[in-house]
């Protein structure tokens, strides 16, 4: 599995990814930093990347139907973190393997102990 990384996520939650085992495309290493959301969608259909981001707006499942992706995964992140604090929300995720396996398709939002899965 191929994870895509927004740009509202530290540099370092690539890193966690890879730790993991798995691929990590970082949207500021293939130009898409200031990409609108419409086009980094696109791009992970079409890449078949599973996409993780902090904030919303890809929890839209009217306007990002999750069966349309290889999953979407969206931290919960309270505004005044570190960076420490989101890698570490993403590597407790990330260990859960049961609930990666089932991400092709589905919405999973992830906050401390907690991850709920939508289709």
Excluded: W
């Excluded at 306007?63 to 349309?68: H, I, M, R």
């Amino acid at each position: 599995m191929t994870f895509l990384v927004d740009a509202d996520l530290p540099r370092s939650a690539a890193e966690v990814v890879r730790r993991h085992g798995y691929h990590a495309v970082d949207v500021r290493d293939i130009g898409l930093r200031h990409a609108d959301d419409s086009v980094i969608a696109s791009h992970a259909q079409r890449e078949h990347q599973c996409l993780v981001r902090g904030d919303f707006d890809f929890a839209d499942i009217r306007n990002y139907p999750p069966q349309q992706y290889a999953g979407i995964v969206v931290l919960v992140i309270p505004p005044t973190v570190t960076a420490t604090y989101i890698t570490q929300l993403l590597d407790n995720f990330l260990v859960q393997q049961t609930l990666i396996a089932q991400l092709p398709g589905k919405l999973a939002i992830v906050e401390p102990g907690r991850v709920r899965l939508r289709s």
